[in-house]
Protein backbone atom coordinates (compact mmCIF):
# COMPACT_ATOMS: atom_id res chain seq x y z
CA UNK A 1 0.00 0.00 0.00
CA UNK A 2 3.00 2.51 -0.11
CA UNK A 3 4.32 4.31 -3.84
CA UNK A 4 6.35 0.85 -4.48
CA UNK A 5 3.54 -0.15 -6.60
CA UNK A 6 3.78 3.27 -8.72
CA UNK A 7 7.55 2.08 -9.29
CA UNK A 8 7.01 -1.53 -9.52
CA UNK A 9 4.56 -0.69 -12.46
CA UNK A 10 6.73 2.28 -14.21
CA UNK A 11 9.66 -0.21 -14.22
CA UNK A 12 7.69 -3.27 -16.07
CA UNK A 13 6.91 -0.79 -18.27
CA UNK A 14 10.23 0.54 -19.04
CA UNK A 15 12.07 -2.78 -19.07
CA UNK A 16 9.09 -4.29 -21.59
CA UNK A 17 9.24 -2.00 -24.12
CA UNK A 18 13.30 -2.04 -24.29
CA UNK A 19 12.85 -5.68 -24.56
CA UNK A 20 10.03 -6.09 -27.44
CA UNK A 21 12.13 -3.46 -29.07
CA UNK A 22 15.26 -5.75 -29.35
CA UNK A 23 13.17 -8.35 -30.15
CA UNK A 24 11.68 -6.51 -32.99
CA UNK A 25 14.89 -5.19 -34.53
CA UNK A 26 16.22 -8.90 -33.85
CA UNK A 27 13.48 -10.27 -36.27
CA UNK A 28 11.41 -11.97 -33.43
CA UNK A 29 8.07 -10.31 -33.88
CA UNK A 30 5.71 -12.99 -31.87
CA UNK A 31 8.06 -12.83 -28.98
CA UNK A 32 8.11 -9.05 -28.29
CA UNK A 33 4.53 -9.51 -29.13
CA UNK A 34 4.39 -12.33 -26.24
CA UNK A 35 6.77 -10.21 -24.21
CA UNK A 36 4.72 -7.02 -23.76
CA UNK A 37 1.47 -9.12 -23.03
CA UNK A 38 3.17 -10.89 -20.51
CA UNK A 39 4.06 -7.56 -18.89
CA UNK A 40 0.52 -6.43 -18.91
CA UNK A 41 -0.74 -9.12 -17.29
CA UNK A 42 2.25 -8.92 -14.83
CA UNK A 43 0.65 -5.15 -14.06
CA UNK A 44 -2.96 -5.60 -14.05
CA UNK A 45 -2.29 -9.19 -11.32
CA UNK A 46 -0.74 -6.33 -9.26
CA UNK A 47 -3.81 -3.88 -9.64
CA UNK A 48 -6.55 -5.63 -9.28
CA UNK A 49 -6.21 -6.86 -5.68
CA UNK A 50 -5.98 -2.97 -4.77
CA UNK A 51 -9.03 -2.17 -6.96
CA UNK A 52 -11.13 -4.95 -4.77
CA UNK A 53 -10.21 -3.29 -1.71
CA UNK A 54 -10.59 0.25 -3.04
CA UNK A 55 -14.21 -0.76 -4.04
CA UNK A 56 -14.90 -2.76 -0.57
CA UNK A 57 -13.89 0.61 1.27
CA UNK A 58 -16.11 2.70 -0.67
CA UNK A 59 -19.26 -0.01 -0.05
CA UNK A 60 -18.20 -0.13 3.65
CA UNK A 61 -17.78 3.42 4.00
CA UNK A 62 -21.17 4.62 2.32
CA UNK A 63 -23.11 1.75 3.07
CA UNK A 64 -23.87 0.85 -0.48
CA UNK B 1 -1.55 16.34 1.94
CA UNK B 2 2.04 17.10 1.26
CA UNK B 3 2.05 13.51 0.94
CA UNK B 4 -0.74 13.09 -1.65
CA UNK B 5 0.03 15.94 -4.10
CA UNK B 6 3.82 14.40 -4.22
CA UNK B 7 2.49 11.11 -4.99
CA UNK B 8 0.36 12.47 -8.19
CA UNK B 9 3.00 14.08 -9.29
CA UNK B 10 5.44 11.48 -8.83
CA UNK B 11 2.77 9.42 -10.75
CA UNK B 12 2.12 11.97 -13.83
CA UNK B 13 6.08 12.19 -14.41
CA UNK B 14 6.41 8.65 -13.99
CA UNK B 15 2.80 7.70 -16.77
CA UNK B 16 4.46 10.72 -19.15
CA UNK B 17 6.69 8.30 -21.16
CA UNK B 18 4.63 5.59 -21.64
CA UNK B 19 2.28 7.93 -22.99
CA UNK B 20 2.89 7.35 -26.65
CA UNK B 21 4.71 4.27 -26.67
CA UNK B 22 2.73 2.17 -24.87
CA UNK B 23 -0.40 3.70 -23.56
CA UNK B 24 -1.66 0.76 -21.06
CA UNK B 25 1.67 1.17 -18.90
CA UNK B 26 0.35 4.92 -18.18
CA UNK B 27 -3.48 4.25 -17.81
CA UNK B 28 -2.05 1.11 -15.40
CA UNK B 29 -0.02 3.95 -13.27
CA UNK B 30 -2.61 6.47 -13.64
CA UNK B 31 -4.93 3.73 -11.93
CA UNK B 32 -2.33 2.83 -9.29
CA UNK B 33 -2.54 6.51 -8.15
CA UNK B 34 -5.63 6.88 -8.05
CA UNK B 35 -6.61 3.81 -5.99
CA UNK B 36 -3.19 5.01 -3.29
CA UNK B 37 -4.29 8.69 -3.03
CA UNK B 38 -7.56 7.62 -2.26
CA UNK B 39 -6.76 5.15 0.67
CA UNK B 40 -4.89 8.33 1.74
CA UNK B 41 -7.81 9.87 2.17
CA UNK B 42 -10.43 7.36 3.32
CA UNK B 43 -9.70 8.34 6.99
CA UNK B 44 -10.53 11.89 6.71
CA UNK B 45 -14.10 10.61 4.96
CA UNK B 46 -14.48 8.20 7.66
CA UNK B 47 -14.23 11.67 10.16
CA UNK B 48 -16.89 12.97 8.17
CA UNK B 49 -19.07 10.20 8.07
CA UNK B 50 -18.88 10.32 11.88
CA UNK B 51 -19.85 13.81 12.60
CA UNK B 52 -22.91 13.35 9.82
CA UNK B 53 -24.04 10.65 11.80
CA UNK B 54 -24.09 12.86 15.16
CA UNK B 55 -25.26 15.94 13.09
CA UNK B 56 -28.58 13.41 12.00
CA UNK B 57 -28.54 12.75 15.78
CA UNK B 58 -29.56 16.62 16.98
CA UNK B 59 -32.37 16.73 14.03
CA UNK B 60 -35.45 14.98 13.82
CA UNK B 61 -35.73 13.36 10.51
CA UNK B 62 -35.01 9.73 10.06
CA UNK B 63 -32.23 7.78 9.33
CA UNK B 64 -32.46 6.83 5.83
CA UNK B 65 -32.24 9.80 4.46
CA UNK B 66 -28.69 10.43 5.74
CA UNK B 67 -28.17 6.58 4.50
CA UNK B 68 -29.17 7.77 1.01
CA UNK B 69 -27.28 11.06 1.17
CA UNK B 70 -24.04 8.55 1.29
CA UNK B 71 -25.16 6.18 -0.72
CA UNK B 72 -25.59 8.88 -3.32
CA UNK B 73 -22.24 10.41 -2.72
CA UNK B 74 -20.33 6.63 -2.43
CA UNK B 75 -22.13 6.12 -6.16
CA UNK B 76 -21.05 9.42 -7.54
CA UNK B 77 -17.68 8.90 -6.63
CA UNK B 78 -17.33 5.11 -7.63
CA UNK B 79 -18.67 6.29 -11.01
CA UNK B 80 -17.15 9.43 -11.30
CA UNK B 81 -13.40 7.66 -10.74
CA UNK B 82 -14.71 4.87 -13.72
CA UNK B 83 -15.36 7.74 -16.26
CA UNK B 84 -12.41 9.90 -16.01
CA UNK B 85 -10.29 7.09 -15.98
CA UNK B 86 -11.60 5.70 -19.05
CA UNK B 87 -11.52 9.01 -20.44
CA UNK B 88 -8.09 9.27 -19.73
CA UNK B 89 -7.80 6.06 -21.72
CA UNK B 90 -8.97 8.11 -24.66
CA UNK B 91 -12.36 6.13 -24.56
CA UNK B 92 -15.08 8.98 -24.11
CA UNK B 93 -17.88 7.18 -25.17
CA UNK B 94 -17.43 4.61 -22.77
CA UNK B 95 -16.70 7.10 -19.97
CA UNK B 96 -20.29 8.45 -20.92
CA UNK B 97 -22.15 5.66 -20.02
CA UNK B 98 -20.81 4.82 -17.34
CA UNK B 99 -22.05 8.44 -15.96
CA UNK B 100 -25.02 7.59 -17.41
CA UNK B 101 -25.76 4.32 -15.52
CA UNK B 102 -24.56 6.29 -12.57
CA UNK B 103 -27.07 9.14 -13.22
CA UNK B 104 -29.64 6.32 -13.57
CA UNK B 105 -28.97 4.28 -10.67
CA UNK B 106 -28.55 7.81 -8.54
CA UNK B 107 -32.53 8.57 -9.85
CA UNK B 108 -34.00 5.44 -9.04
CA UNK B 109 -32.72 5.45 -5.53
CA UNK B 110 -33.91 8.96 -4.73
CA UNK B 111 -37.62 8.07 -6.51
CA UNK B 112 -39.17 6.93 -2.76
CA UNK B 113 -38.13 10.34 -1.34
CA UNK B 114 -39.86 12.38 -4.19
CA UNK B 115 -42.95 10.19 -3.65
CA UNK B 116 -43.02 10.64 0.09
CA UNK B 117 -42.69 14.35 -0.46
CA UNK B 118 -45.57 14.74 -2.99
CA UNK B 119 -47.30 12.24 -0.28
CA UNK B 120 -47.15 14.68 2.10
CA UNK B 121 -48.02 17.60 -0.09
CA UNK B 122 -51.28 15.81 -1.31
CA UNK B 123 -52.18 15.33 2.47
CA UNK B 124 -51.33 19.10 3.13
CA UNK B 125 -54.36 19.93 0.17
CA UNK B 126 -56.61 16.94 0.20
Redesign the interface.
Known amino acids: ?3 S ?3 K ?2 A ?3 L ?2 VLSQVLKHAGREEQAFLT ?1 LA ?2 IL ?2 L ?2 IP ?2 A ?3 D ?3 G ?4 | MIKVALLGLAAVFLALPFKSSKPEYGTGISLAACVLILFLGVNKLEVIVASLGKIQAYLSFSEAYIQLLLKIVGITYVAELASELCRDAGYGTVANQVEMVGKLTILTMSMPVLLSLLDTIHEFLA
Open positions: MNILIFIAVGIVSSGLVLWIYIELFTIRLFAL
